[in-house]
């Protein structure tokens, strides 16, 4: 029996994957055939998981969770499936083609879906210039923090890895200093820090706003591949 072990950043993009709150420091046993584990946001940390996760004894990987824009054809809840993953040093992976194969013909029909180069950043890339600029170097239509990192636990580890992703912000937009400070690196909300960025900023709380629903819209997306595949994302 192959064992899914679902990487994921920020405990809101968990929701759809848990019935209960996740929190960092616990493996999170949805059914026999899948384990999620929370790793928070960065290459380091969803190393880290995906380690973790291996250890106990996930047979397949799955990098879950939102991702900025890179290409202006993709829109907030745009899906992205990639078939190759590159690092922030420019590695490659390609993800398992059985398994993406399958993913793709469960979902194709039903939603649209994007199967470009994801690429990744050891940063939150906050305005459009950095967007612009890893595009036209690289030619990836979206960028995430950890789908690379847990790619290459899975090429070390000899087990099959894709990624799922979906857009939280367009390749115009700019990321608010607010949103930043607001949340820690597991998405908590951090109220003080966001009312201090806030007074200081206070023309801010119109992208905030804008930002938290391209955030529903991603959820909603990947809340999508949920039920389409019958909460099988290893798609027999």
Same mark, same amino acid.
């Given at each position: 029996?192959?064992?899914?072990?679902?990487?994921?950043?920020?405990?809101?993009?968990?929701?759809?994957?848990?019935?209960?709150?996740?929190?960092?420091?616990?493996?999170?046993?949805?059914?026999?055939?899948?384990?999620?584990?929370?790793? %928070?946001? !960065?290459?380091?940390? $969803?190393?880290?998981? !995906?380690?973790?996760?291996?250890?106990?004894?996930?047979?397949?990987?799955?990098?879950? !969770?939102?991702? %900025?824009?890179? &290409?202006?054809?993709?829109?907030? %809840?745009?899906?992205?499936?990639?078939?190759?993953?590159?690092? &922030?040093?420019?590695? !490659?992976?390609?993800?398992?083609?059985?398994?993406?194969?399958?993913?793709?013909?469960?979902?194709?029909?039903?939603?649209?879906?994007?199967?470009?180069?994801?690429?990744?950043?050891?940063?939150?890339?906050?305005?459009?210039?950095?967007?612009?600029?890893?595009?036209?170097?690289? %030619?990836?239509?979206?960028?995430?923090?950890?789908?690379?990192?847990?790619?290459?636990?899975?090429?070390?580890?000899?087990?099959?890895?894709?990624?799922?992703?979906?857009?939280?912000?367009?390749?115009?937009?700019?990321?608010?200093?607010? $949103?930043?400070?607001?949340?820690?690196?597991?998405?908590?909300?951090?109220?003080?820090?966001?009312?201090?960025?806030?007074?200081?900023?206070?023309?801010?709380?119109?992208?905030?706003?804008?930002?938290?629903?391209?955030?529903?819209?991603?959820?909603?997306?990947?809340?999508?591949?949920?039920?389409?595949?019958?909460?099988?994302?290893?798609?027999?």
């Amino acid at each position: 029996m192959t064992i899914l072990g679902i990487v994921v950043a920020l405990k809101a993009e968990a929701q759809g994957l848990v019935k209960k709150p996740i929190s960092a420091d616990e493996i999170c046993r949805v059914s026999e055939e899948t384990i999620v584990k929370l790793s %928070g946001l !960065g290459p380091e940390m $969803a190393h880290l998981a !995906g380690r973790t996760l291996v250890k106990e004894g996930a047979t397949a990987l799955l990098s879950w !969770g939102s991702a %900025g824009a890179l &290409s202006t054809e993709l829109f907030p %809840g745009s899906l992205i499936i990639p078939e190759t993953v590159f690092s &922030s040093n420019q590695t !490659g992976y390609l993800v398992n083609t059985t398994w993406h194969e399958r993913l793709c013909s469960r979902l194709n029909g039903h939603v649209n879906f994007h199967t470009g180069p994801l690429i990744q950043s050891t940063t939150v890339l906050i305005n459009p210039d950095e967007k612009r600029a890893l595009f036209k170097n690289f %030619g990836a239509v979206a960028v995430d923090m950890e789908s690379a990192a847990v790619a290459q636990v899975a090429l070390q580890a000899k087990v099959p890895f894709v990624a799922i992703r979906a857009i939280s912000d367009p390749a115009d937009m700019a990321i608010p200093a607010s $949103a930043m400070a607001g949340v820690d690196e597991f998405g908590g909300l951090r109220p003080l820090s966001l009312l201090k960025s806030l007074a200081r900023h206070p023309q801010e709380i119109f992208a905030l706003v804008c930002l938290c629903r391209n955030f529903l819209a991603a959820q909603t997306s990947l809340n999508k591949v949920l039920r389409l595949t019958d909460h099988k994302l290893l798609a027999p």
